[in-house]
């Protein structure tokens, strides 16, 4: 079954630790995104990749930390540097054509 | 700045009325417009998209859209509403270098 997943749905972190969120995909996507979902902020995104082995940081790259070392894994680290990590964040990824595919989404939950 | 802008942030409807949610965007030239949904608990899905061609664009579950270049809008449609479309809605465009630029979406309420 392609898709994206993402691993786990729910994360508890105490204040001061990094955790890293999963997510992959075997739809053969180039490009893979994470974006954060807050109330009525809509979707921020924080870093992008189009290619393996590179990414760009988005518009909230601040205390967060990406790597694109396969085509099918982009993991995220929330680092102890981010003010307010407390969000639901969504992974997704896309064709050249733009669509992108959103992953079921991990709830973190700062302590 | 670049900017998606919904104007309804939040919608009540009763079934079967009609619905139609604003998206405005500000770049010129060519873009990519789509609007995605979001069901409660479930992924974030889309619901149609425009790259090009007919302006008037159908989705799935009977939703519609139409791009109109000279106002720069995408706007949202469905004659008649159900309960299971209660949702938030979120409209989004994109130009070459693939990022998306998010509208802040739009909760919809549909009481049976």
């Known amino acids: 079954d392609g898709g994206i997943t993402q691993s786990p749905k729910y994360l508890f972190r105490k204040e001061g630790q990094n955790v890293t969120l999963s997510c992959e995909q075997n739809?053969?996507?180039?490009?893979m995104y994470w974006y954060r979902q807050d109330p009525g902020q809509g979707l921020r995104l924080i870093y992008y990749?189009?290619?393996?082995?590179?990414?760009q940081k988005g518009d909230i790259a601040e205390g967060y930390s990406v790597s694109r070392e396969k085509k099918e894994s982009f993991p995220l680290t929330v680092t102890s540097a981010q003010k307010n990590p407390t969000a639901f964040y969504l992974c997704?990824?896309?064709?050249?054509?733009?669509?992108?595919?959103f992953g079921p989404g991990t709830r973190l939950t700062v302590l | 700045a670049q900017s998606v802008s919904q104007h309804n942030h939040h919608v009540i409807l009763s079934e079967a009325a009609s619905l139609e949610l604003g998206c405005n965007y500000s770049?010129?030239?060519?873009?990519?417009l789509f609007w995605y949904v979001q069901y409660p608990g479930q992924h974030l899905q889309l619901l149609l998209k425009?790259?090009?061609?007919d302006p008037l664009v159908k989705g799935i579950k009977g939703f519609e859209a139409e791009f109109i270049k000279s106002k720069f809008s995408f706007n949202l449609r469905k004659p008649s509403v159900q309960w299971s479309d209660t949702a938030e809605y979120f409209c989004?465009?994109?130009?070459?270098?693939?990022?998306?630029?998010w509208g802040l979406g739009t909760s919809l309420a549909v009481n049976p």
């Open positions: 997704a990824s896309s064709t050249h054509l733009d669509t992108q595919y």
């Open positions: 739809l053969n996507h180039d490009a």
């Open positions: 990749s189009q290619i393996v082995n590179d990414f």
């Open positions: 770049y010129g030239g060519t873009v990519n």
């Open positions: 425009y790259f090009s061609g």
């Open positions: 989004a465009v994109s130009r070459t270098n693939r990022k998306l630029i």
